[in-house]
């Protein structure tokens, strides 16, 4: 284990979360110890730093490098401006982690006896589920978006152009990372783990689901219209800069983008949801 978390880069995106509030950064104060030292870059995308920084930085078992940008350009420039500094100190693993997600105690453990036994393999996740049991990671890929599964078998290798994780989990080799061309800046968010796995796949077949459950606050669950509204924008934006290579993608993520404001606007009975579809993807 040892070994394992001296290579480890730990990568925590934070936004106008206070530290106290971050379950994944939570997990990793309570986890750190004498004989479990952990490495944590935060990038805070908050307009001002969060509070409680200070409590990690008090911590001797934790190395963290901290770096605020309030212009909050998105989770896909913060990825790779870690995986620059995970290059830069000789970090040979990166595992981000969404500041919402509840991680079991022993997930650690289960990735290094993953990278252990599977050496051929260099992308490995765990199953992610909503608070409402639903598995959201991984998902079926096809037309450049995800289909939720029912059910999913862990501890297995699975074909990336069949299945694909999200981020929140991710753990992956750094000069995997950095072969591929790491993450898409233009796309900020939303879209932004497809593109990163579409990337990704050119150059490896096949990542490890791994035998552990985390839990997500996923957005998706946001009743607040105005809420939605401001998510969905992001979306369509996320959508409009997607890499396409042809007439064809152009064609699937018009069609992904319409109906899901379509859906939203018979969610919630607001048609500004096409307005915005208008203004943000197609103008």
């Known amino acids: 284990m040892e070994q394992f978390t001296r290579d480890l880069l730990i990568v925590v995106v934070l936004y106008n979360s206070p530290i106290e509030d971050s379950i994944a950064i939570q997990y990793i104060i309570q986890t750190a110890s004498k004989d479990n030292p952990l490495n944590l870059y935060i990038h805070d995308n908050s307009s001002c730093p969060v509070k409680g920084i200070d409590a990690i930085e008090s911590n001797e078992f934790i190395n963290l490098n901290y770096y605020h940008d309030p212009s909050n350009p998105g989770i896909s420039r913060a990825y790779n401006k870690a995986a620059n500094y995970a290059e830069e100190k000789g970090y040979k693993l990166l595992l981000f ?57 862990a501890n297995k290798p699975l074909p990336l152009k069949k299945f694909s994780p999200i981020n929140s989990g991710l753990l992956v080799f750094v000069d ?23 990337r990704f796949r050119v150059f490896n077949q096949y990542f490890f689901l791994i035998d552990a459950v985390c839990i997500q606050d996923f957005s998706n669950d946001e009743s607040d219209t105005d809420k939605l509204m401001r998510r969905f924008s992001l979306y369509c934006d996320g959508a409009k800069n997607c890499q396409k290579t042809g007439a064809g993608d152009s064609i699937v993520y018009f069609l992904i983008t319409f109906l899901r404001s379509l859906i939203l606007v018979r969610r919630t009975g607001n048609w500004r949801f096409f307005k915005i579809f208008y203004k943000n993807y197609l103008h």
Request: proline content about 5%; charged content about 30%; hydrophobic content about 30%.
């Open 97 to 153: 982690l969404d500041q919402d997600t509840n991680l079991p105690k022993d997930i650690l453990i289960k990735y290094e006896r993953a990278i252990n036994q599977h050496p051929d393999i260099y992308m490995f996740a765990p199953i992610l589920k909503t608070r409402t049991g639903e598995v959201i990671s991984p998902c079926r890929y096809r037309f450049h978006r995800g289909f939720t599964l029912k059910h999913i078998s």
């Open 176 to 198: 995997q990372f950095k072969k591929c061309g790491g993450y898409n800046e233009k796309v900020r968010i939303d879209f932004s783990d497809f593109q990163f796995i579409e």
